[in-house]
């Protein structure tokens, strides 16, 4: 059985607000969308739970300027309350303030992805991500600490 047209729309608002608080540095929105028990693998890095991933958020640097997008969403059912996904992202970055000259991608990469539907609607049970293309020159970078 293939996920019903609610589901297919509330996992696509779920990745779109997924984007939009990365991009706007809302860890609480981050929070609500991530389930708890969350399992998040990128670039070499793996997280247990939705602290630890918002906590690796919140360590890049605070002029960090990103721009996330998804294409091809693919869903199959995984069972119960769960979803399984595929997509493509692309991400735009720069380690300054905007606006910027030019276009900076930084990563297109494969999202696989479970969802899991809770009392609070759709949640990111895990997410896996591998890059296709990336530009290492424009990584996250470590936050420095607030002059003032």
Request: charged share 25%; glycine share 6%.
């Amino acid at each position: 059985m293939t996920p019903d047209a609610e589901a297919r729309a509330s996992i696509g608002d779920l990745n779109a607000r997924f984007a939009w608080a990365l991009d706007l540095h809302d860890f609480d929105a981050l929070r609500a969308i991530l389930a708890p028990d969350v399992h998040y693998v990128s670039i070499g890095r793996e997280f247990h739970d939705a602290e630890a991933v918002i906590s690796s958020f919140r360590a890049r640097t605070r002029r960090r300027t990103t721009r996330h997008g998804l294409g091809n969403l693919l869903l199959e059912p995984a069972g119960g309350d769960e979803v399984r996904g595929r997509s493509s992202w692309h991400t735009f970055a720069d380690n300054d303030d905007p606006p910027r000259p030019g276009v900076p991608l930084f990563m297109v990469a494969d999202f696989s992805d479970l969802y899991r539907r809770t009392a609070q609607g759709w949640r990111i049970a895990e997410r896996i991500i591998t890059p296709v293309f990336r530009d290492p020159a424009l990584a996250p970078a470590a936050a420095t600490p607030d002059p003032s």
